[in-house]
């Protein structure tokens, strides 16, 4: 049977846990194969190719401190090694940019070292790997940068990544913009809660939990799965009249 994505080439970073492994394994699941970043989670990155490739996938992974601005360029040179095997083209379709450091600090406790290291792996990777990406990029290709609820409803607990967050949802616009002449869309998602490893403390709390849910429509925390439909949508060719836009997946989160 054909599958939405068959013969795509994809980059999703932050693909050893969480958020990040589920668009891996959906983008994986729908056809295409799939390049996945880590930064220290080896065994969750092999992991996560295990599991696309025992359904029947195509995937590898392949190591990126994206805190470091030189990680970048010297991904890309493996990136076109790889997919040049595998695929015969460095070609790029869908470039997802998900990779996230959590550091929830706050006004108080903050630190310049700590706000760099949270904009430039939140905002400044992902618009540089758009950089690298652009000249490998398909015409009518596809970049969906994941955000966060809290751009847009700023979470005064965690102002450096409400900030970075905000920005990313600028850089969506500006992109969409550049692209739209070679076709490219570009997109974000903001995920509200999500059960994930960044959220882990938050949800040792009974109460926090019982407060979160009662604030979603839906009533429940996200999965990765859910998240990573929507990515999919948007990946995919019923997704190419959708450009520029900020996709909140948040179950109904503070409406
Ligand atoms: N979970 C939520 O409720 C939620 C809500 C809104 C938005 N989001 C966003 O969703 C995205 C994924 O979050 P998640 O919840 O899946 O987080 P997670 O489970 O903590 O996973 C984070 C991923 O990002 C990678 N990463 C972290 N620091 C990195 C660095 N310096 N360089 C390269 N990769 C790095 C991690 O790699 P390693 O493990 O290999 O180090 C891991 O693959 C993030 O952008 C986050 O802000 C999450």
């Known amino acids: 049977m054909s599958k939405p994505l068959n013969g795509k080439a994809s980059l999703v970073t ?3 846990r969480g ?3 589920g668009i891996a394994q959906r983008l994986a699941e729908d056809g295409a194969t ?3 970043t880590y930064n220290t989670s080896r065994q969750g990155a092999d992991e996560t190719v295990a599991a696309i490739e025992g359904s029947g996938g195509r995937a590898f992974a392949l190591q990126a401190d994206l805190a ?3 990680a970048i360029p010297a991904l890309f040179d493996l990136l076109d090694r ?4 595998r695929t015969g083209s460095k070609t790029i379709d869908i470039l997802v940019n998900n990779a996230g450091n959590s550091g929830w600090g706050g006004l108080a406790d903050a630190t310049p070292e700590a706000w760099d290291t949270m904009v430039a792996v939140h905002a400044r990777a992902p618009f540089f790997l758009v950089q690298s990406a652009l000249g490998r990029l398909r015409d009518g290709g596809r970049i969906v940068n994941v955000s966060s609820g809290a751009a847009a409803r700023a979470m ?3 102002p450096i990544y409400s900030m970075a967050k905000a920005a990313i949802n600028n ?3 500006a992109l969409a913009i550049e692209l739209g002449d070679r076709r490219i869309t570009v997109n974000a998602v903001a995920p509200g809660w999500v059960r994930t490893d960044m959220n882990a403390a938050v949800r040792e709390s009974a109460d926090m939990v019982k407060a ?3 604030d979603t429509a839906l009533g429940r925390f996200g999965e990765p799965a859910d998240i990573a439909a929507v990515v999919a949508f948007l990946a995919s060719d019923d997704g190419r009249w959708v450009t520029g836009q900020v996709i909140e997946a948040s179950g109904g989160y503070k409406l």
């Open 171 to 173: 850089l969506t616009h």
């Open 19 to 21: 958020i990040g492994r």
């Open 68 to 70: 470091d601005a030189r």
């Open 34 to 36: 799939v390049a996945l």
């Open 14 to 16: 932050g693909g050893s």
């Open 212 to 214: 979160i849910e009662a």
């Open 156 to 158: 005064a607990a965690v």
């Open 82 to 85: 790889e997919f040049d095997e």
